[in-house]
């Protein structure tokens, strides 16, 4: 391992993870043979190498634990991610910015009575399992907004995740420091013109799936999800921040901004 000076660097204890693939593996390889790798709790920031679904579940991880990560780029889109470079990591580290997101906390309960909680960072996913449509009451705070959607699913996403499934969908892009959560129907039957909402980030949404013996639907937390549900409750935690790393002038704003764009 080469000798660092590391005591005028912002992070003294640097934490390297791999997706796994080919590419990844020799990363962590070379980062390692030339910064050391500490275990993970003992981290002041952890360099994940891979591409935006490891850095999903590095986030989730590490949730709660207020660690910074730094991602580079060893997948294929890449959108949370730095550009791939093994040199000059601490002084990237030094210059980077921060971006704080906050994630969803779903809270589903099943046909049999069984509650499940997770979180989301990108979205909560609503997704019919069988041939039919689902149909969703859904409801702001309490308040019945629209009495039945007839569709293949609806999305709940942050603004970070506003770029990902949600775009996918024709959903509303939004800017990281919007104080908004994105309401987008997939497909939806009727109302047929209905395009979703903007909520506030505070809104608690409540989803409540009609006919769900006949039309079973699922709930997915980003990658947890939970079949046959009855009910879905999902509001963002505003308690629980998360960093993100950029170098400058590829922060998640200014890629969300870029998107918005068209680039």
Known sequence: MAVQDSAKHRFQHIAFLSSGTPEANEALKEFTKHYGNVDPDAADVIVALGGDGLMLQTLHRFMGKKKPIYGMNRGSVGFLMNEYRLNDLEQRLDAAESSFVHPLQMCAFDTQGEVAKAYAINEVSILRQSYQAAKMRISINGKVRLDELIADGLLIATPVGSTAYNLSVHGPILPLDATMMALT???????????????????????????????????????????????????????????????????????????????
């Open 185 to 263: 129907p997939i497909s939806a039957f009727r109302p047929r013109r209905w395009r979703g909402a903007l909520l506030q980030d505070k809104a608690k949404v409540t989803i409540d799936i009609l006919e769900a013996d006949k039309r079973p639907v699922a709930a997915v937390a980003d990658s947890y999800e939970l079949k046959n549900v009855a009910k879905v409750k999902i509001e963002m935690d505003h308690t629980m921040d998360l960093v993100l790393l950029h170098d400058p002038g590829h922060s998640l704003e200014e890629r969300i901004l870029l998107e918005q764009f068209g680039y």
